[in-house]
């Protein structure tokens, strides 16, 4: 079984969070973990139980089920449709898998996934999660702040901003490889320097105390709460440290309607769509609606907003 691969936790190990599951949530995620086959770098990726402890900044709202967390995604690697990743990510195989930490630091390094979280202590982290599209989840993220990672590489004082990037596997992509094309490959994303080493800011590589699944973007991805979910990059195999502000997909596609900053702010509509409100995935369809008021920063203002000073968040979408 490769160090990264836990048993099961033991009762005095499941993290207080673990307590707000309801019991269905708690036994999917169980037995997730009873057919987790001691894991092999030739066959399809396995779920595997990782140890964490509970982290900061928690929130307080109801996770989403792992179903839906698994089953309404948006990964257009695998596809443009919600089932699509659960339906075409199967055959991805995140394992091998290298990550680079390159650029304007003093110590690169090209690290093995299993190696960094065996260096990682990894703690959980129970997000809001908004998508630009105007719904939202709530998940519980298994990883590090990017700040442990990035402090180890030491930024030079040159560096300015963090470009990322996704792996191109157009035969394990289906959505790479489409006649029509949806993205330009790889996809790319970036954040002010000093909003990568935010705390708040996480690199996951298990949900659910779990192994993070194909389609939510093993085996690592950028989960940056008090931005538009977009700017959650997923399965990332490069990490560099740039001068200038990196380009990033969705800016790319359509900068009009998709900033760089993509900060969650309810008072700046999509040109499409209202950003005021959005629907609560798993939530009931009754009187509500499963229908929330979208929170200024997504509800993290108070941890993030002394990152835009004065800046005119109209203009910096
Ligand atoms: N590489 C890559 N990363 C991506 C995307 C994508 O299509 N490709 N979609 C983004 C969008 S729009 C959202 S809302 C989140 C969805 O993450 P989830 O499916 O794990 O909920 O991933 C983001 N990261
Ligand atoms: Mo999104």
């Given at each position: 079984m490769a160090r990264w691969s836990y048993p099961h936790p033991r009762p005095s190990e499941i993290t207080p969070h673990a307590a707000w599951m309801n019991r269905r949530h708690f036994m999917a995620a169980a037995s997730l973990a009873a057919v987790a086959a001691p894991?092999?770098?030739?066959?399809?990726?396995?779920?595997?139980?990782?140890r964490t402890q509970p982290g900061p900044f928690?929130?307080?709202?109801?996770?989403?089920?792992?179903?839906?967390?698994?089953h309404y995604n948006n990964f257009y690697e695998f596809g443009m449709g919600k089932a699509d990743p659960s339906a075409y990510g199967a055959g991805f195989q995140p394992r091998p898998w290298t990550l680079s930490v390159e650029g304007l630091v003093a110590h690169p390094r090209i690290w093995d996934i299993d190696q960094l979280m065996a260096t990682m202590t990894l703690e959980e982290r129970l997000y809001r999660m908004r998508c630009v599209e105007a719904w939202s989840m709530v998940i519980p993220w298994d990883g590090f702040a990017l700040a442990t990672l990035l402090k180890q590489a030491e930024p030079l004082g040159s560096a300015r901003y963090?470009?990322?990037?996704?792996?191109?596997?157009?035969?394990?992509?289906?959505?790479?490889?489409?006649?029509?094309?949806?993205?330009?490959?790889?996809?790319?994303?970036?954040?002010?320097?000093?909003?990568?080493?935010?705390?708040?800011?996480?690199?996951?590589?298990?949900?659910?105390?779990?192994?993070?699944?194909?389609?939510?973007?093993?085996?690592?991805?950028?989960?940056?709460?008090?931005?538009?979910?977009?700017?959650g990059i997923k399965s990332i195999t490069r990490i560099r440290l740039v001068e200038q502000m990196p380009p990033t997909t969705w800016n790319r596609m359509d900068p009009t309607e998709y900033g760089f900053f993509a900060n969650v702010n309810p008072d700046v509509d999509h040109p499409r769509w209202s950003q005021a409100t959005?629907?609560?995935?798993?939530?009931?369809?009754?009187?509500?609606?499963?229908?929330?008021?979208?929170?200024?920063?997504?509800?993290?203002?108070?941890?993030?907003?002394?990152?835009?000073?004065?800046?005119n968040l109209r203009a910096q979408f």
């Open positions: 894991f092999s770098h030739t066959g399809p990726a396995m779920a595997a139980a990782l928690q929130a307080t709202d109801r996770p989403t089920s792992l179903e839906d967390i698994t963090v470009a990322f990037e996704s792996v191109v596997r157009p035969q394990q992509m289906p959505g790479q490889r489409a006649v029509l094309d949806t993205l330009p490959w790889p996809y790319v994303e970036g954040l002010r320097l000093d909003e990568a080493m935010h705390p708040l800011t996480f690199l996951a590589v298990g949900l659910y105390g779990q192994t993070l699944p194909n389609q939510n973007g093993a085996p690592v991805r950028l989960v940056v709460p008090w931005k538009y979910g977009f700017k959005e629907r609560v995935i798993g939530a009931s369809g009754f009187f509500g609606g499963g229908r929330k008021k979208t929170l200024m920063f997504n509800g993290y203002g108070e941890q993030v907003a002394g990152l835009y000073g004065q800046m």
